[in-house]
């Protein structure tokens, strides 16, 4: 199964000059950067979610494998859990995998 779409379509682009990021511009040789803005969650009614305990050897594409028979839908789990990191999940923490996974794509399509 894979589903072919960007994550970024309908997303707005903005410039980046925070002060913040002086060092990381500097390197790159430029005064700012343009962005994708972070996708905005809306829960609806019909959408569920699923529940697995983080763990030793946990991954997102494992569990995008898992859930949604297509690992590059990675990207979802973090969102979804507004935890965009895996280091930001202790073992026994739960996390949230949303579905079904269609509505979740047409979540990012109609944004």
Same mark, same amino acid.
């Given at each position: 199964?894979?589903?072919?779409?960007?994550?970024?379509?309908?997303?707005?682009?903005?410039?980046?000059?925070?002060?913040?990021?002086?060092?990381?511009?500097?390197?790159?040789?430029?005064?700012?950067?343009?962005?994708?803005?972070?996708?905005?969650?809306?829960?609806?009614?019909?959408?569920?979610?699923?529940?697995?305990?983080?763990?030793?050897?946990?991954? @997102?594409?494992?569990?995008?494998?898992?859930?949604?028979? /297509? +690992?590059?839908?990675?990207?979802? =789990? #973090?969102? @979804?859990?507004?935890?965009?990191?895996?280091?930001?999940? /202790? +073992?026994?923490?739960?996390?949230? =995998? #949303?579905?079904?996974?269609?509505?979740?794509?047409?979540?990012?399509?109609?944004?």
């Amino acid at each position: 199964m894979g589903y072919k779409f960007s994550r970024y379509q309908n997303r707005e682009i903005f410039r980046n000059s925070n002060p913040r990021y002086v060092r990381q511009f500097s390197s790159r040789d430029v005064n700012y950067i343009d962005q994708y803005a972070t996708a905005k969650f809306t829960w609806t009614a019909d959408l569920d979610y699923d529940e697995e305990y983080w763990g030793v050897g946990s991954r @997102f594409y494992k569990l995008a494998a898992k859930y949604y028979g /297509d +690992s590059t839908l990675w990207w979802i =789990i #973090p969102w @979804f859990n507004q935890r965009p990191l895996e280091s930001d999940f /202790d +073992s026994g923490d739960l996390v949230m =995998i #949303p579905r079904p996974i269609e509505r979740i794509i047409n979540i990012f399509k109609e944004e």
